[in-house]
């Protein structure tokens, strides 16, 4: 089969298309997916440069999140058939044009859930669910700050809070980025080179947001800085670098909280996947929230992928198509 890999850690200069690969060997209660649509994710880039969990030996696959058509089952797989449409936000080596996939993480895909759409949005869709309702339970009439809000999962949390009643205000790096945030609901757009503590202090009379969404690392004490008295930062990603180290006195003298989050600690059962994925499909057919057009590339260009979305040009998200 054909797929990404690489074998050592390093820049996207590492990623190879591969196309003698051996197909999974299924176990009995896994699925053979051939894939139609594959999610990239920051995490594939930690992943890539050494410095996030990855699954396996050399050479390495990439790619936990993706969607295709069942091809073949286990002898223990029943309520599953030969050509049904299944995505997945939490299995390993998604990278390739065959996935094997286990009925624990298998999610069926309903009528008007695409390929391109289950690919899009289980990872981050689920991240930013999660976010919203697990690390810090948005209410009706809270501000929140979202960093990196024309990114995939940004665009979802925006999207989220709205829909839950809050003030949203939202943090990119360019106009052509701050219209997209605005098109999609946010009360208020700010860009990262200007002074958007200020700002974000100035928008809420100089009380600060109820949380703040931090995917960015290296602006950890400037999020607290633009937190109320009693908010909260959560904490789930570091794409501008690592963050500094917190004084727990400071928590304590303003009663702020730092919390983190990582969507595997909540996709424990079977049930609460589906349960989950539900719910976020609901959102999308209903128009509670939308997709933006991804950006596709083939899987042979991975690299190219990878390398877009590390210049912080992308908007939305990226996906390959073998």
Known sequence: MNALIFEKFGSAD????RTNLPQPLLKSDEILLEMKSIGVNYADVYRRKGNYHLAGQPPF??????AGIVAAIGKDVSHITIGDRIG???VPYANAEYVAVPISKAIPLPEGISFDTAAS???QGLTAQYLTEDSYSIKNNDTVLVHAAAGGVGQ???QIAKMKGATVIGLTSSLEKAAIVSNIGADAVFLYKDEWVAQTLDFTANKGVSVVYE??????MSSFEATRITGTVVFYGMAGGDPEPIDPRMLMDTSKTLTGGDLWNVLT???ARQERANRLFNWLLEGHIKTPEPTVFALENG???HRFLESRQSTGKLLLHP
């Open 14 to 17: 590492v990623l190879e298309y």
């Open 61 to 66: 696959i990439l790619g936990y999140e993706g």
């Open 303 to 305: 690299a190219d992928a």
């Open 121 to 123: 949005m289980l990872l």
């Open 88 to 90: 997945f936000a939490d």
């Open 215 to 220: 995917s960015v690392g290296a602006t950890l």
């Open 156 to 158: 979802n949390l925006v």
């Open 269 to 271: 059962t079977p049930t």
